[in-house]
């Protein structure tokens, strides 16, 4: 499968531990984004990546969230003390985007489904 | 503030009527529209964006500028047509804005 892969795909934590989600985009994508969805939601934009720079993270949703692209290729979501109101989807998505395509077609991942209980 | 508002939560229509899904958005720039949509068990995928102006399945969507809308249209529905869709706009520093979505059943 050559497309956006995310794991793990659902993740039950107690409320208070961390936890850390893993997307591996499309190889010879330079953009990355994450998202959070919620039920009956569309995915709320939270950060993104060209290449290894975050570009974009003023939407992270608090100081306990934090994302790393550390070398342009697969990123990481962690969330730091769980609180049972970030139980949602996590969705990543990525892009290949220049200078005439200011925003490429994102292909998105599966996504991590989270349940802090 | 960025928005992007699809009033309809669900919309039915049955097979072979024409079906339009509304997105209207609140941008103070030139942002980039897009529909997106999402099969059942399948993967978020994109429809169409405004700037290539092409039709895809079907389905067409005109930017209008005065009326800040982006309204997705298919003259003649398709039970594969069922699925979730979901307007989009690009704005300011590549951020992406997403409606809450339409849930389209096409009845047979």
């Known amino acids: 499968d050559t497309g956006v892969s995310q794991n793990p795909r659902h993740k039950i934590t107690k409320r208070g531990q961390n936890v850390t989600f893993r997307c591996d985009p499309i190889s010879e994508h330079n953009r990355l984004y994450w998202y959070r969805q919620t039920l009956g939601q569309g995915p709320e934009f939270l950060t993104y990546?060209?290449?290894?720079?975050?570009?974009?993270k003023s939407r992270l949703l608090s100081d306990r969230f934090s994302a790393e692209r550390p070398k342009g290729s697969f990123s990481t979501l962690e969330i730091q003390r769980t609180e049972q109101g970030d139980s949602a989807m996590y969705l990543c998505a990525s892009s290949l985007a220049g200078t005439m395509i200011r925003s490429g077609e994102q292909f998105f991942g599966p996504g991590t489904r989270l349940t802090v209980l | 503030a960025q928005r992007v508002t699809q009033p309809e939560k669900l919309l039915s229509v049955f097979k072979g009527a024409p079906v339009e899904l509304k997105c209207n958005y609140s941008y103070s720039g030139s942002p980039e529209l897009f529909w997106y949509v999402q099969y059942s068990r399948q993967r978020l995928q994109l429809l169409l964006r405004?700037?290539s102006r092409e039709s895809i399945k079907g389905f067409t969507a005109d930017l209008n500028k005065g009326e800040t809308s982006f309204h997705l249209k298919k003259p003649f529905a398709q039970e594969e047509d069922s699925a979730m869709y979901y307007c989009a706009l690009s704005g300011t520093g590549n951020q992406f804005y997403f409606g809450t979505g339409t849930s389209l059943t096409v009845i047979p």
């Open positions: 990546f060209q290449n290894e720079a975050q570009l974009e």
């Open positions: 405004h700037i």
